[in-house]
């Protein structure tokens, strides 16, 4: 982010630097580097360290809905998630 005009600056990685991306990171760095500290473990890489992820669940959503979110946000933590087939009647097995 650029300090001037308050644009977002897009690195050479394929993640855009969002003011709030660089927050949740230096927070998460804060906790790691805090909780290696606490129990004698080596203090962790900055570069480790990625931004939080968050997704939205609703009581009015369906049980698919849900499902689907979850699985949007593990896929941009970088988990992959592999799908097991589908029955016939629609439930997952």
């Known amino acids: 982010m650029n300090d001037k ?6 690195s050479g990685k394929t993640e855009v630097d969002h003011p709030r991306s660089k927050r ?3 927070l998460a ?3 790691a580097r805090s909780h290696a500290r606490n129990h004698g473990k080596p203090l962790p890489d900055p570069a480790s360290i990625g931004p939080a992820v968050f997704t939205r669940l609703t ?3 369906s049980h698919e809905q849900m499902h689907e979110n979850l699985i949007a946000a593990l896929g941009r933590m ?3 998630v592999k799908r097991d087939k589908e ?3 629609g439930d997952i097995k």
């Open 5 to 10: 005009d308050k644009s977002l600056i897009v």
């Open 24 to 26: 949740d990171r230096a």
């Open 78 to 80: 970088g988990i992959t």
């Open 87 to 89: 029955t016939a009647n």
């Open 59 to 61: 009581p009015e959503m």
């Open 29 to 31: 760095l804060s906790l």
